[in-house]
């Protein structure tokens, strides 16, 4: 399996591919699979800004649509100084995709010079889930 600062060193660099000509704050993201594939993604707005979507939703769409289903490793980096986190959106696409334990879905939050590895228990709490 790949190594958490590997993945987060892939989602740095897909983060150059961003459109984000209105925030001007690239973000990339690197899911993997239980299969143990990779899928890559970056955040793509719109100048009807509600259209606009995040690198996380990006890569695991990206996923989805080759058949995958089940989220076990996620990376996000944006140029900040401490680390980015998922908004409270892709948390909630993360946990459609994650294990039953999800705790068991590692989160690798990056920024410029720093990583901080958590999971989807944590950052979601209470989550819902419709089944």
């Avoid at 719109?46 to 890569?59: D, H, Q, W």
């Amino acid at each position: 399996m790949i190594s958490a600062s590997e993945l987060l060193d892939m989602a740095k660099a897909v983060a150059e591919n961003a459109h984000c000509p209105y925030s001007k704050f690239p973000v990339g993201a690197a899911a993997v699979w239980d299969d143990g594939t990779i899928d890559l993604g970056v955040n793509v707005e719109n100048a009807a800004s509600p259209l606009g979507v995040c690198a996380e939703r990006t890569a695991v769409a990206n996923g989805v649509s080759r058949g995958e289903r089940v989220l076990v490793m996620i990376a996000v980096w944006a140029d900040v100084e401490q680390v980015v986190t998922p908004c409270g959106g892709c948390r909630q696409v993360m946990l459609e995709f994650a294990p039953d334990d999800l705790a068991e879905l590692q989160v690798i939050l990056g920024g410029r010079d720093q990583m901080r590895l958590t999971n989807l228990a944590l950052l979601l709490p209470d989550a819902f889930r419709s089944y």
